[in-house]
């Protein structure tokens, strides 16, 4: 038995009749179902091959939005890809099996003909002892999550049936576990996240400007806050629909990110109200930004069936002391936002302290 078979308290392809494999499988599969990422990449790359007798293996995650597979943990002794595009072309064997969502193994990967893998596509063969394989996409729901791939087959040519067996099981339990992961964090950003605009919600904004103002106090330097409130939203409402009115909510909260930078932090604190925390920033500056927001936002119309809706913005800004509470920061500013509104909307105003 190997060092690394010990030390994980496994035993080798050959040794399996004398533990069954139920036997082996089972605290396996206890420590994939978890909500951990680095320990499923953990026990994929070091326990699993030594289960199913493979000498290498990676396990990459799919980010699906941008289409790229992640690598997350790998044993090789040489360099392998960090990142994989899946539009790359001509794919390679991994992104033709998230392609095709079907397991690719083969005993040898040079005469294998479904899909063809040409030698080409394959950047690393020369550093591997065998031509045997197992690439297995990582599946929860129907959508691929990521990939595990298995080669240098330890004994024999190629994997055997039960192998095979134990491939596809593996592949599943690990499928499941990465698909439970993106649940729990889509739960967890909506929690914190307003569902009409993808921007912090009220109570998040609170736990943030709280959490600045600690920053502040530790390493010195001031915020600016701003309120900004969408002209006229009510008439929109009225006149077309709370459709068209959730549109320019929309629509304003993306040209509000336009206008700032990825330091700063937006929220929609109310109905059609937002607000906006500038960390480490003088009134100067925030002012400059409070002026690119009002010009954004009046630039061009939203369009609604046809119908150009005109668009403005007010705002209230003030810069705040790390000793300032929370509540303080959002009145004054709200103060501010209040006479913005008085004085004309579509404009900007300064909290002003009473001397």
Avoid at 292 to 305: A, L
Wanted: hydrophobic share 40%; net charge neutral; charged share 25%.
């Amino acid at each position: 038995m190997s060092e690394e078979s010990k030390e994980c308290g496994l035993n080798t392809p050959d040794e399996l009749p004398k533990v069954s494999i139920l036997e082996q499988v089972t605290p396996l599969a206890r420590q994939i179902n978890c909500l951990d990422i680095d320990r499923i990449a953990d026990v994929s790359v070091t326990k699993v091959p030594l289960i199913v007798g493979s000498r290498f293996a990676s396990f990459y995650a799919l980010d699906e939005t941008n289409g790229i597979l992640h690598l997350i943990k790998h044993n090789h002794p040489f360099p392998i890809n960090k990142i994989v595009s899946v539009s790359q072309n001509p794919p390679s064997p991994m992104v033709m099996a998230v392609k095709s969502k079907r397991l690719i193994l083969t005993g040898n990967i040079d005469t294998h003909t479904k899909p063809v893998i040409r030698r080409s596509q394959r950047t690393y063969a020369e550093n591997y002892q065998t031509a045997n394989c197992a690439i297995v996409p990582l599946i929860c729901h129907e959508r691929v999550v990521g990939v595990l791939n298995l080669a240098d087959k330890t004994a024999g040519e190629s994997f055997s049936g039960e192998d095979i067996a134990l491939i596809e099981l593996f592949g599943q339990l690990i499928g499941a576990s990465l698909g439970n992961i993106r649940l729990f964090e889509k739960t967890q950003r909506q929690a914190t996240m307003d569902g009409l605009t993808g921007l912090m919600n009220h109570k998040t904004f609170y736990e943030t400007l709280e959490r600045e103002l600690w920053r502040s106090r530790r390493h010195g330097g001031t915020i600016s806050l701003i309120m900004a409130d969408i002209d006229g939203l009510k008439k929109i409402n009225d006149s077309y629909g709370h459709r068209a009115g959730d549109k320019v909510i929309r629509e304003i909260s993306q040209r509000i990110r336009e206008c700032i930078r990825q330091v700063d932090l937006a929220a929609r604190y109310g109905g059609d109200e937002f607000a906006i925390i500038l960390p480490n920033t003088e009134l100067d500056a925030a002012m400059i930004v409070c002026q690119r927001i009002v010009d954004t936002v009046s630039r061009y119309p939203v369009i609604w069936q046809r119908i150009q809706i005109p668009l403005s913005i007010s705002l209230g800004v003030g810069e705040y002391g790390a000793d300032t509470n929370p509540e303080d920061i959002t009145s004054r500013s709200d103060q501010a936002l209040y006479r913005a509104k008085l004085s004309g909307k579509n404009t900007v105003r300064v909290f002003e302290a009473v001397k």
